[in-house]
């Protein structure tokens, strides 16, 4: 009888009455090889339940609940009274189903009024956050909501304004305003199986998103209360710190400190984002990271120069627990948005190891500080960020650990080599995060930076030497109003990130497109590469082979022949040339997406010049898997319609009927399209809708009749 100490090699060799017998043979001694080295799979099991929750098209019920809750004891159970090989596999059940529950359990716990229709009138409310948007308009979310003629229990608890025209009062946060201006509920995907903004919109508690062409009125002054002070705080720091270095370089220093990058404006972004450049406008655990190192290495060098401290007390925790403060300090002072909330848990646990004793920078200590950001805020599995963060953490820690091994007993580095160690360890650590998270980021962008390692090998290394030593200066001098020396630093060094930013996105060929991914892809190339780095001997092999397999699929996946938006603004045509587009102007965000999504660097305008669609009165004609169709927009497509109805014929409008056309064609109006969403018809004829890929969940719900205020 085989047990988990017997040698793998002793194994008995599987025959057709014993195939069972010796496949959990080959499992137990697998797992017993791996024994002590599991934990840092805990948080890949959790996940596994999380992601679970949000692939299900209908919203898990009571039997599915209560269902995993049982099936989760009874592997707790199993756990606890299994033999040893049965123990990891058990744990991982139930923190399967425990990532199930939880997800659930989040969900349902900020579930708040959303707006079910489009309202356009008065709108109150107090200014929480500003912000702007992709097209460069100001952006105010209001909480406190009031809609007159709105029954309160269906009002949302925060909404999002876009402010299109000049904003003639000072936006400070906690003043009360009101506007007049159009809002809607939050926007569904602009393709089937496309990202649904609704689900993030849900997590934050936005209930409806508009604009305003109309004057912002102050009604009340802003308002006391500790949140509120800490953001006026930081919009009077950022605006401070523009006045005193005016320019994108202000701007770029204001949003590394203070994280408003309201002073950034779009070229740069935009040339950020070419250059690979553009996580170092995101507070994230890069900033926060250089922050508490800089912190704890500088006090921690401090003190060791005078012996009586350094023999008598224990510095490293005191260089650890000071640095904890500055992580929080550098939080609140931040806005504290998703992205450095996870970076604080992440430094938080490793600052924490060292207070404890351990490794700071392990395995263990991202596995513990992945499952508290999982359990706490489970929907942060589906960010780009949160995937970003850990897949560079994780490849760091494994290469630098696998150095570590290499180097043991070697002798120490000597004269020139020993100084050019931190450079090579900073250019290292740039190209081992750039691949790590390559895949992510051209997954959600849909774009690979051609010379994104040569940007970032030349500029991250100096955010840590000269850009975030000098914010601590800064922040040190500035009770003494002494800042002005360490923001005069971060100015020279921002400058160089800008000028490597402008110059690479003007090279040749600086962004390549890339066409998005199958839906599944992703997932298994993660969990190819987390079993290639955390599991030990080397069976990870089968890890690296069942990631390259995914990218190997990348390529070979199909986009939509036909896409056609969900309020029948825009209509895309797959050709030849590439994705054919109706309209040069009008649903850009769409079109964006689309083009994006296709791997295509045009223009909306340039994809409505191709081939594909013929004009006719009031829109364009093409013709589609053996079908005459037609896109009939604004007032004359409108008045073309009844004429154009006629049998065989589908008609696509952005114009609501009041009543069925007259003739015998198919019709896709904005009344018919509000029950499906966008459409996408594959080549042979097959459709599909976004409301049959996105399912009956808390946030995308059956659609309510439509009503108008």
């Known amino acids: 009888m085989w047990s988990p100490a017997q040698p793998a090699g002793d194994l008995p060799r599987p025959g057709a009455p014993s195939l069972a017998r010796w496949l959990a043979a080959a499992i137990g001694a697998a797992l017993a090889r791996a024994q002590g080295a599991l934990f840092p799979l805990a948080p890949v099991a959790l996940g596994l339940g999380v992601g679970l929750y949000f692939a299900l098209t209908d919203e898990p019920g009571p039997l599915l609940l209560t269902a995993s809750a049982l099936a989760g004891a009874l592997c ?16 991982a059940g139930a ?64 909404v999002r304004v876009s402010v299109h025209g000049t904003l003639d009062l000072d936006p400070v946060a906690g003043t009360r305003v009101m506007l007049t201006g159009r809002l809607g509920p939050p926007g569904g995907p602009v393709e089937p199986g496309g990202f649904d903004f609704r689900r993030l919109a849900w997590f934050e508690g936005l209930g409806a998103v508009g604009y305003t062409q ?57 040339d950020l984002r070419r250059s690979n450049l553009a996580h170092l406008l995101a507070i994230s655990g890069l900033h926060m990271g250089l922050l508490t190192g800089v912190v704890y290495g500088g006090l921690r060098a401090f003190l060791a120069l005078f012996p009586v401290l350094a023999l008598r007390l224990p510095i490293r925790k005191i260089a650890a627990l000071v640095a904890l403060v500055a992580a929080a300090a550098y939080l609140a002072l931040s806005g504290g948005n998703v992205a450095t909330q996870r970076a604080f848990v992440m430094v938080a646990v490793m600052l924490g190891a ?93 774009r690979i930076a051609e010379y994104g390692l040569l940007a970032n090998i030349v500029s991250v290394p100096l955010m840590g030497v000269l850009v975030m030593p000098a914010a601590v200066l800064a922040a040190v001098l500035w009770p003494l109003g002494l800042e002005g020396i360490g923001l005069w630093l971060m100015a020279q060094g921002t400058r160089w990130i800008l000028f490597v930013a402008h110059w690479v996105s003007e090279l040749d060929g600086a962004v390549r497109q890339v066409p998005a991914p199958p839906g599944w892809l992703m997932p298994v190339f993660t969990l190819g590469a987390l079993w290639l780095v955390l599991w030990p001997g080397r069976s990870r092999l089968a890890g690296a082979a069942l990631a390259i397999a995914a990218l190997a699929f990348w390529g070979l996946g199909t986009r939509p022949a036909l896409l056609v938006e969900g309020g029948g603004a825009l209509v895309g045509l797959m050709t030849p040339e590439g994705r054919a587009l109706s309209k040069p102007r ?93 459409l996408a018809f594959e080549a042979g004829g097959g459709m599909r809708t976004a409301a049959e890929a996105s399912g009956q969940r808390l946030w995308s719900p059956a659609p309510r009749p439509r009503r108008s205020d």
């Open 586 to 678: 009008g649903a850009g965000f769409v079109a964006r997406n689309w083009l994006e999504a296709d791997g295509d660097g045009a223009s909306q305008a340039e994809a409505a010049g191709r081939p594909g669609f013929q004009p006719v009165p009031g829109g364009v004609a093409f013709r589609f898997g053996g079908t005459d169709w037609l896109h009939l927009t604004g007032r004359r497509g409108a008045e073309a319609l009844a004429d154009a109805c006629r049998d065989g014929v589908v008609i696509v409008t952005d114009q609501r009927m009041a009543g069925p056309p007259a003739g015998t064609c198919t019709l896709w109006d904005p009344r018919s399209l509000r029950a499906t969403g966008a």
């Open 95 to 158: 923190l399967m189903a425990a990532g199930l529950l939880l997800a659930t359990w989040r969900a349902q716990s900020v579930a708040a009024p959303v707006l079910g229709w489009h309202r356009y009138g008065p709108v109150e409310g107090r200014i929480v956050e500003v912000d702007r948007s992709v097209s460069d308009a100001v952006r105010l979310t209001l909480d406190r909501v009031v809609l007159p003629g709105v029954d309160p229990d269906r009002v949302p608890q925060s």
């Open 354 to 446: 060292v207070l404890a004793e351990r490794r700071a920078l392990s395995m263990r200590s991202v596995a513990l500080a992945a499952l508290i950001l999982l359990a706490w805020r489970p929907e942060a599995l589906l960010s780009v960020g949160f995937q970003m963060s850990f897949a560079a953490t994780v490849a760091l820690v494994a290469v630098f650990r696998w150095l570590r091994e290499r180097r043991q007993g070697a002798p120490r580095l000597r004269g020139w080599r020993r100084l050019l160690a931190p450079l090579a360890g900073a250019a290292l650590c740039s190209l081992v995060a750039g691949l790590a998270t390559a895949p992510y980021a051209a997954a959600q962008f849909h």
């Open 214 to 270: 109309s004057p912002v009125l102050a009604l009340e002054d802003p308002e006391p209360g500790l949140a509120l002070s800490l953001t006026r705080l930081r919009q009077r720091l950022a605006q401070g710190i523009r006045d005193r270095l005016p320019g994108e370089t202000g701007g770029f220093v204001a949003a590394l400190l203070t994280g408003d990058r309201s002073g950034v404006g779009i070229e740069t972004t935009e």
């Open 76 to 91: 707790l159970i199993g756990a606890r009274l299994g033999p040893d090989w049965v123990r990891p596999l058990a744990l």
